[in-house]
């Protein structure tokens, strides 16, 4: 017999750990795991953000913490998926958010950069996933992994971009996606990444003000980008019942930019 739409969709009972979570992409996310019924754990860097996200997650009626850390820091890590199991006592759905940019022409591109890049945006993913795959996923033989790649892993850039680093960086999350969901598939644990394109945000903030948000949405087949409702549908279609059966998959979420450059 089939199980309701409703039911699969659900996630109550469920506990969710969002790193980066205390704005932009990641407080988004955590809106849709916390309205379908997860509770919630936060982590950025900063406590006042991290406050200000949980006050309005939890006057949307979602139970959230949160527990500031440096997720460039591999025992930050450690400490993170430790409170994690103690104040959630599981982990179900994790999802591996944080990120940063760096702006600079590849033949000048500072080391410091490219690690402090690397760093977070695809090392961290590795620790955490790590982590909390010993110390909640394996052990249970259940689990639901959402990485936050990006469009700008499925191809290059225009000169203009000067973004060596985090391409390069998001190119490896989405293979670290496929790899994780080929390795941990006979633990029943799901992997899958949502591939964003673009959305105002902190990150892309500088972007949007030099080139318009209008100029960008005209590269856009449906001639919009992305808005605080967009990455929902997707972020709880991997994290539910609704998705048991997929794993090892991106899912560009960029108004169709994706399709028409051929990633």
């Known amino acids: 017999m089939s199980t309701p739409v409703q039911t699969l969709l659900s996630l109550e009972g469920k506990t969710a750990l969002v790193t980066g979570g205390s704005r932009g992409l990641g407080l988004q996310i955590a809106e849709s795991l916390g309205e379908a019924g997860a509770k919630i754990l936060l982590t950025s860097r900063?406590?006042?953000?991290?406050?200000?996200?949980?006050?309005?997650?939890q006057a949307r009626g979602i139970d959230t913490r949160w527990v500031a850390a440096d997720a460039s820091q591999p025992d930050e890590i450690q400490r993170v998926a430790s409170e994690a199991m103690q104040r959630l006592g599981k982990v179900d759905i994790l999802v591996n958010n944080a990120g940063a940019t760096w702006g600079?022409?590849?033949?000048?591109?500072?080391?410091?950069?490219?690690?402090?890049?690397?760093?977070?945006?695809?090392r961290s993913i590795f620790l955490m996933s790590q982590a909390i795959?010993?110390?909640?996923?394996?052990?249970?033989?259940?689990?639901?992994?959402?990485n936050v790649a990006s469009i700008a892993g499925l191809a290059g850039n225009s000169a203009d971009m000067a973004m060596v680093a985090y391409n390069t960086s998001k190119a490896a999350v989405v293979n670290f996606t496929r790899t994780l969901a080929g390795e941990w598939g006979k633990y029943n644990i799901n992997v899958n990444a949502l591939a964003p394109g673009m959305f105002p945000s902190k990150m892309t903030k500088g972007t949007?003000?030099?080139?318009?948000?209008?100029?960008?949405?005209g590269h856009a087949p449906l001639l919009r980008i992305g808005d605080d409702d967009d990455l929902k549908g997707a972020t709880l279609l991997f994290a539910s019942q609704a998705g048991k059966h997929i794993t090892g998959q991106i899912l560009p979420i960029d108004g169709g930019v994706s399709a028409i450059i051929g990633a």
Not at 106 to 122: F, H, T
Not at 208 to 217: D, S, T
């Open 46 to 57: 900063k406590a006042a953000d991290l406050e200000e996200a949980a006050a309005h997650l």
């Open 208 to 217: 949007i003000e030099r080139v318009g948000a209008k100029e960008l949405a």
């Open 133 to 146: 795959g010993r110390l909640s996923m394996i052990p249970r033989l259940s689990g639901r992994i959402i």
């Open 104 to 122: 600079a022409p590849a033949e000048e591109y500072p080391l410091e950069a490219w690690d402090k890049v690397m760093n977070l945006n695809i």
